[in-house]
T-cell receptor, first 110, second 118 residues
Framework: LAKTTQPISMDSYEGQEVNITCSHNNIATNDYITWYQQFPSQGPRFIIQGYKTKVTNEVASLFIPADRKSSTLSLPRVSLSDTAVYYCLVGLYNFNKFYFGSGTKLNVKP | GAVVSQHPSRVICKSGTSVKIECRSLDFQATTMFWYRQFPKQSLMLMATSNEGSKATYEQGVEKDKFLINHASLTLSTLTVTSAHPEDSSFYIC??????????????FGPGTRLTVL
């Protein structure tokens, strides 16, 4: 599975848009990109998944450039409750295993 | 969305005892479930893949005799930590993939079980 690299941590303020970028230089043709959110002492929660270009749902947008070697999770107007660790995972749409990277700890300040 | 539960949510045990953790998919069937371990301030580490009706597949470095996995039905997988020691204290999380063809591919994670071994 493609290895991912993310910033260890990010700070933001309430109401701002936050963009978290993930590098996956070795992504394969059939790999999808999935982002999860995890709060302390809870299981990860699915945020968004995409293959190319842009995907948007009710909570986030995912931007994937043409070469797919990176992706950016965009969280609009974050609130204090968005303080969490965000994981980027790359793999086949129907692949069997998830290998988590280090994740990005987002700290939203008032 | 699909719901995965874990029981217990928190357990404290004495060193040398065994602890069983259950993972259930509440509203869907899961041929495959996964077990992860997470130490404080660290990422999730995949321990094993639990397959209904067959033996679990363990990741490199995970002792299969230490962490017994049973996937007895399409909605239940159990992880038993045998002869637990303080270094086994961790947050254990399971996840499940839905079995039905055409269903979403995302993995649904349980809420986790905090194990403390005294």
């Amino acid at each position: 599975l493609a290895k991912t690299t993310q910033p260890i941590s990010m700070d933001s303020y309430e109401g701002q848009e936050v963009n978290i970028t993930c590098s996956h230089n070795n992504i394969a043709t059939n790999d999808y990109i999935t982002w999860y959110q995890q709060f302390p002492s809870q299981g990860p929660r699915f945020i968004i998944q995409g293959y190319k270009t842009k995907v948007t749902n009710e909570v986030a947008s995912l931007f994937i450039p043409a070469d797919r070697k990176s992706s950016t999770l965009s969280l609009p107007r974050v609130s204090l409750s968005d303080t969490a660790v965000y994981y980027c995972l790359v793999g086949l749409y129907n692949f069997n295993k998830f290998y988590f990277g280090s994740g990005t700890k987002l700290n939203v300040k008032p | 969305g699909a719901v995965v539960s874990q029981h217990p949510s928190r357990v404290i045990c004495k060193s040398g005892t065994s602890v069983k953790i259950e993972c259930r998919s509440l509203d869907f069937q899961a041929t495959t479930m996964f077990w992860y371990r997470q130490f404080p301030k660290q990422s999730l580490m995949l321990m094993a893949t639990s397959n209904e009706g067959s033996k679990a597949t363990y990741e490199q470095g995970v002792e299969k005799d230490k962490f017994l996995i049973n996937h007895a039905s399409l909605t239940l997988s159990t992880l038993t930590v045998t002869s637990a020691h303080p270094e086994d204290s961790s947050f254990y999380i399971c996840s499940a993939r839905e079995t039905l063809a055409g269903s979403t591919d995302e993995q649904f994670f349980g809420p986790g079980t905090r194990l403390t071994v005294l």
